[in-house]
């Protein structure tokens, strides 16, 4: 019962950073808003045989953030000042060093695991870290290359199958959500019994991810309401624009 309680707290504090996967590198959410806008396009028909279940999901997870997760992480960026919730995304973009590194290696991008090395041996000592992105900080030609194992499986020919939308999740598809469950095995945040896992239980493991995905969401707000704004109906649109974004991670 204590399981449940804290996964339910850990889905109303997160639920936004990856409901709609739309997350700002760089946390212009205006310049990215306006990126993927131009991009999108009516939907085609494509193979959804969940689409009935998708929609009504779509409309929970819609309900579910209006009502819980906006409230909460519009508190934390009240009350956070930016500096601060920047050093904490610097400091959990170090720790998803490991899942950026073995997929770039797995695509043969064997520049980009380069890269990432550095950055993360980087940051890690001069950066205090990971809170301060030294590379940034001082004009460095390095940059993180992020990739995960859904992006890994697309390279090597492995098609996303069908949209998904997973509660409190967002949008995905059965490729992604199998490749998530494989990174997580690379993650850091994963509670584990050896010293690479920073959780030493099921419990600590969700409070890391509230907290890290709440944070990263703090930059996104204004994203959704957005999008919201512009789709007559919510539910292909959101799944198309996950779509563009996808491929558009995959051919990079």
């Not at 409901?19 to 760089?26: M, R, T, V, Y």
């Not at 797995?106 to 950055?119: P, Y």
């Not at 992006?151 to 996303?160: C, N, R, Y």
């Amino acid at each position: 019962m204590r399981r449940i309680k804290v996964v339910l707290i850990f889905f109303l504090l997160c639920f936004y950073a990856n409901a709609q996967e739309i997350n700002s590198k760089e946390f212009n959410v205006n310049n990215q808003f306006e990126e993927f806008s131009n991009e999108f396009e009516s939907p085609k028909e494509d193979f959804d045989p969940l689409e009935r279940y998708n929609r009504a999901m779509t409309s929970f997870n819609d309900t579910f953030y209006v009502y819980i997760s906006k409230p909460v992480i519009t508190t934390y960026k009240d009350v956070v000042p930016s500096p601060v919730r920047t050093g904490v995304s610097n400091f959990f973009t170090n720790l998803g060093f490991p899942i950026r590194f073995i997929n770039n290696l797995l695509q043969l991008k064997f520049q980009n695991s380069w890269e990432e090395l550095q950055l993360f041996l980087l940051n890690s000592t001069f950066g205090v870290a990971g809170l301060i992105d030294v590379a940034k900080e001082n004009n460095f030609d390095l940059k993180h290359h992020h990739e995960d194992f859904g992006q890994t499986l697309a390279t090597w020919g492995v098609g996303d199958v069908f949209p998904i939308v997973l509660p409190f999740w967002g949008n995905s598809n059965l490729r992604d959500f199998l490749g998530f469950l494989v990174d997580d095995y690379a993650n850091p945040l994963k509670n584990g019994h050896s010293s690479f896992y920073l959780a030493n239980s099921f419990e600590e493991s969700l409070a890391l991810r509230s907290y890290k995905l709440v944070n990263n969401s703090s930059f996104t707000l204004k994203v959704y309401e957005k999008i919201k704004k512009d789709a007559i109906d919510l539910y292909p649109y959101l799944k198309e624009l996950h779509k563009q974004k996808r491929d558009k991670e995959i051919k990079e």
